[in-house]
T-cell receptor, first 114, second 115 residues
């Protein structure tokens, strides 16, 4: 079975500082990995994905994520946090093979402090 | 691109009534649509997966007769909560994707409150 872990329920960071939101995964085959952001009472917005290729993936709003196969991680990063980045972030994974269902992590609340 | 519209955004209704939620892909053809339920401060719980023109595949523990899903076209899927009760109150979110390698794109969700 595939799974995703987001070990931190909440991450606090000062505005202008770099941020990292952690994600580790488990799949039987090669992973497809995704990050989504959710603002209050809204659906999820797609930020970025890793399918294949470069381990460093760049996405929307200045976010990027690094795929690390040996550590089975896909941490979300941004060099300089904005107050408007405060939201709930979800990591998701699915197997590139026959099991097509996406599994979401439990979410990490990012709070950027002015 | 890849816009998904979900309607209505908020519904309040009496116990025992049925509620229909629409999910539309506005600028792409969605071969697969998904319906999720999200409880406060929790992750998304997949309820069912629907492919255009075929019956939906429900997750274990989700009542097919209570949560009716129809995916009649490549741009529209509907979720009908039949005979809704207060315990059905939740945030329901749909998503759609065009093919297997593409990410899911989400609607803005529907807040359902049953009195």
């Amino acid at each position: 079975a595939q799974s995703v872990a987001q070990p931190e329920d909440q991450v606090n960071v000062a505005e202008g500082n770099p941020l990292t939101v952690k994600c580790t995964y488990s799949v039987s085959g090669n992973p497809y990995l995704f990050w989504y952001v959710q603002y209050p009472n809204r659906g999820l917005q797609f930020l970025l994905k890793y399918i294949t290729g470069d381990n460093l993936v760049k996405g929307s709003y200045g976010f990027e994520a690094e795929f690390n196969k040996s550590q089975t991680s896909f941490h979300l990063k941004k060099p300089s946090a904005l107050v408007s980045d405060s939201a709930l972030y979800f990591c998701a994974v699915r197997d590139s093979g026959g099991y097509q269902k996406v599994t979401f992590g439990t979410g990490t609340k990012l709070q950027v402090i002015p | 691109g890849a816009v998904v519209s979900q309607h209505p955004s908020w519904v309040i209704c009496k116990s025992g009534t049925s509620v229909k939620i629409e999910c539309r892909s506005l600028d792409f053809q969605a071969t697969t649509m998904f319906w999720y339920r999200q409880f406060p401060k929790q992750s998304l719980m997949l309820m069912a997966t629907s492919n255009e023109g075929s019956k939906a595949t429900y997750e274990q523990g989700v009542e097919k007769d209570k949560f009716l899903i129809n995916h009649a076209s490549l741009t529209l899927s509907t979720l009908t909560v039949t005979s809704a009760h207060p315990e059905d109150s939740s945030f329901y979110i749909c998503s759609a994707k065009s093919d297997s390698n593409q990410p899911q794109h989400f609607g803005d969700g529907t807040r359902l409150s049953i009195l």
